[in-house]
């Protein structure tokens, strides 16, 4: 990768860019529907329909988008957890996507996920130790002193009692259960972590609370997160890289800073503008950016941009497939409409002024 | 212009629950008004008891186990705990409407939309089948639903999440009702999609004066949303005020909290990342209130007072701003100050 223009938020150029350790490469993940009749066309869903991207170790890839962009999809399949239809994902120099049943089930101490609901994500009837120490019982690690004294630092290490293993869930809120939860991620030293909607579920007192704990590890234990969100400002807080899906594809990449800073894809436009906040209020609500109907479905998507039937900016060349183009170092669009204006992107809808 | 005519006046009522554990103060207290074309919020946390008061003012209490031990719900002159269960259901969906958080399980999956929202015009308005038809299709149309003709006939199942919390704002709003109560409407919809409903719910109330009572644990919504605000904790208000001031001069340890932990749009551009400010703890249970402020034991500024008597609301210390008011003994001095200069 060329370097020419130095990124705000990236080290100094001495530094070299920490090392890739996922590659997600041209993923597809569909699911394929009963035939409806006797002579219909088998259906396809395309949950996930050729996603590409990367993520640094020791860094943040937030995805977002809304409900069935096929962002939870995305990292189900990176966990091998949702079927991969084609593509690769790489783990380092691993492949998962080919690796057998066992082989996979081993690499799974290097990738581990933090799911959105606490309470259903947790065996009520085993006592909160165990089930943090199950995965190192699963994998064999260590001796059992060991694995205890494991569980022990665990604990420690996301604000929790070492006298709470003996408790069961429904004995802690639901802030404590995604600390257990974590802690169980964290069990077989994970060098990915998979966190889908981890604090979704959460009050928003306690939001702050598991936010600032996983950025606390992140910094400590050098881990990787891919983070699936729908919500913006969370996002903006943690990530260092984001990727914004729709209907199975990404349709924009880029370094935080300098998607926050000019979103270039009406969508990622249109989604940022309709993000309420306290300092905006009805101001902005007035200058936000109006989408009107429903997502396409996933089983038949237009052949050309999947946003144009709701994109405001839509005009001719929409009816095109749609292509990945890097309008700046590391930043990728996929809108013809994104132009070069002195050298800065323009995208075709500007963001309502930043409240 | 005048001060909006008040609709409805929820006066100290109480709501107590008898568990295992004893009895649980679930609502303590807790006074507010709705007004004509004005939006209220109700703000906090699982278990502060915004959903319990939207339930209190329908009648919606489920008791045994639940007991409305205290207060007043004023409708115009008629207090809606004493109404009979015949009079509240003339109200219910009438007069005063709801919209519930989850639009899937609040449809009944065997009926169309249409018929659902038909119902309540053949139950209160006196429509016959046909004509009631005929308005459901046209509340479709209003609430911004394409092809409403076709839509009417269809099952719950066959639309998205939005187009469903659509129709239950159809259904809610079809008898043109003074009042809406609003439980969380776009917790489980996509922010685009919030900001539809949103839009929707600004328009019906410039055209109807509805009043709307909006509970919430969105700050951004609130902001967006509110002309006044209260704030709950622990079944108590705790600060109340316009939505400016609340959001914009918080007086509560617990409100200003609540701000300063949220993440903010536009944080990546000044400068470095920093950490998230926390509110210590978790919300206390209601069995182990105990004596003095409820958040005491999560609070920055808590004092020797805090832990032996509840704290009353004070007019904030702010100048010319009436009705902002919090529940803490950190403003209890400057209220004396006020009243004495006042006096003087």
Redesign the interface.
């Known amino acids: 990768m060329t370097n020419l223009i130095p990124f705000p938020h990236m080290p100094a150029p001495a530094e070299p860019p920490p090392p890739v350790l996922l590659s997600v490469t041209d993923l597809k993940v569909h699911f394929p529907r009963p035939r409806s009749g006797l002579m219909a066309r088998p259906e396809v869903v395309r949950a996930v329909d050729g996603v590409n991207f990367e993520v640094r170790r020791g860094t943040t890839l937030a995805v977002v988008g809304?409900?069935g962009s096929g962002k939870t999809t995305t990292a189900l399949a990176v966990m091998r957890l949702a079927p991969i239809t084609a593509g690769s994902v790489r783990l380092g120099l691993t492949d998962l996507s080919l690796l057998g049943d066992e082989a996979m089930r081993q690499a799974r101490r290097r990738v581990q996920m933090i799911f959105q609901d606490p309470y259903s994500s947790l065996n009520p009837r085993q006592r909160v130790g165990d089930a943090v120490r199950a995965p190192l019982d699963l994998m064999g690690i260590g001796t059992k002193a060991e694995r205890a004294a494991r569980v022990d630092e665990l604990f420690a290490a996301v604000g929790l009692r070492p006298e709470q293993q003996h408790l069961f869930p429904h004995q802690f809120?639901?802030?404590?259960r995604q600390r257990i939860n974590i802690a169980r991620a964290l069990a077989t030293n994970p060098e990915l972590v998979v966190c889908d909607e981890p604090v979704s579920a959460l009050?928003?007192?306690?939001?702050?609370?598991i936010?600032?704990l996983l950025?606390r590890l992140q910094r400590e234990l050098g881990l990787t997160y891919l983070f699936i969100s729908?919500d913006?400002?969370?996002v903006?807080?943690?990530c260092d890289e984001i990727a914004v899906m729709y209907l199975g594809q990404i349709v924009e990449r880029a370094p935080?800073?300098a998607f926050?800073?000019r979103p270039l894809h009406p969508y990622s436009a249109?989604?940022?503008s309709?993000?309420?906040?306290?300092?905006?209020?009805?101001t902005?609500?007035a200058q936000?950016i109006?989408?009107?109907?429903?997502p396409p479905s996933p089983i038949d998507p237009p052949a050309g941009c999947r946003f144009a039937g709701r994109c405001p900016a839509a005009g001719p060349g929409c009816e095109a497939p749609q292509v990945l183009r890097e309008m700046q170092p590391g930043h990728w669009v996929a809108c013809h409409r994104v132009t070069r204006v002195d050298g800065q992107p323009v995208g075709p809808l500007q963001m309502p002024a930043?409240? | 212009m005048a001060t909006p005519r008040t609709l409805l006046t929820v006066d100290d009522v109480r709501v107590e629950f008898s568990t295992r554990r004893g009895k649980a103060l679930v609502l303590n207290g807790v006074s507010f008004e709705a007004r004509a074309g004005e939006t209220l919020c109700i703000v906090g946390?699982?278990g502060c008891g915004k959903s319990m008061t939207a339930l209190t003012v329908l009648g919606l209490v489920p008791q045994p186990p639940g007991r409305v031990s205290g207060g007043r719900v004023l409708f115009g002159d008629e207090d809606l705990l004493q109404a009979s269960p015949e009079r509240l259901r003339a109200v219910r969906g009438n007069r005063i409407s709801m919209i519930f958080q989850e639009p899937m399980t609040s449809l009944n999956p065997v009926f169309t939309v249409g018929e659902q929202i038909a119902e309540s015009l053949r139950l209160h308005a006196g429509l016959d089948r046909k004509a009631a038809h005929l308005r459901a299709v046209e509340m479709l149309r209003q609430v911004g639903i394409?092809a409403p003709e076709r839509r009417v006939d269809e099952y719950p199942h066959q639309l998205?999440?939005?187009?469903r919390q659509r129709v239950m704002i159809a259904m809610a709003l079809a008898c043109r009702p003074d009042i809406l109560i609003a439980d969380e409407p776009t917790t489980a919809l996509?922010?685009?999609?919030?900001?539809?409903i949103?839009?929707l719910l600004r328009e019906l109330q410039a055209e109807r004066g509805t009043a709307i009572v909006l509970i919430t644990?969105?700050?951004?919504?609130?902001?967006?949303m509110a002309d006044r605000v209260i704030v709950m904790y622990a079944g108590r208000v705790i600060e109340q005020g316009t939505?400016?001031e609340v959001?914009g001069r918080p007086q509560h340890p617990y409100t200003q909290?609540?701000?300063a932990?949220?993440?903010?749009?536009?944080?990546?551009?000044h400068g470095e990342?920093r950490?998230?400010?926390?509110?210590a703890g978790?919300?206390p249970s209601l069995w182990e209130l105990g004596s003095g402020c409820a958040f005491r034991e999560r609070c920055p500024s808590a004092h020797a007072r805090c832990a032996e008597d509840v704290p009353p609301m004070f007019d904030a210390p702010l100048p010319g701003q009436p009705g902002h008011a919090a529940a803490c003994w950190l403003l209890a001095e400057a209220a004396v100050a006020k009243a004495e200069e006042a006096a003087a």
């Open positions: 809304e409900s809120s639901g802030g404590q009050d928003i007192a306690i939001r702050a609370q936010l600032n950025a729908h913006m400002a969370v903006e807080h943690i935080r800073q926050f800073a249109a989604l940022m309709a993000v309420p906040t306290v300092q905006g209020g009805r902005r609500a936000r109006r989408l009107v109907g429903d930043a409240a | 946390e699982s394409p998205s999440g939005g187009m996509d922010v685009t999609v919030q900001a539809q949103f839009d644990h969105d700050m951004g919504a609130v902001a967006e939505a400016a959001l909290g609540l701000i932990c949220l993440p903010e749009l536009g944080s990546s551009q990342r950490e998230l400010a926390e509110i978790v919300v």
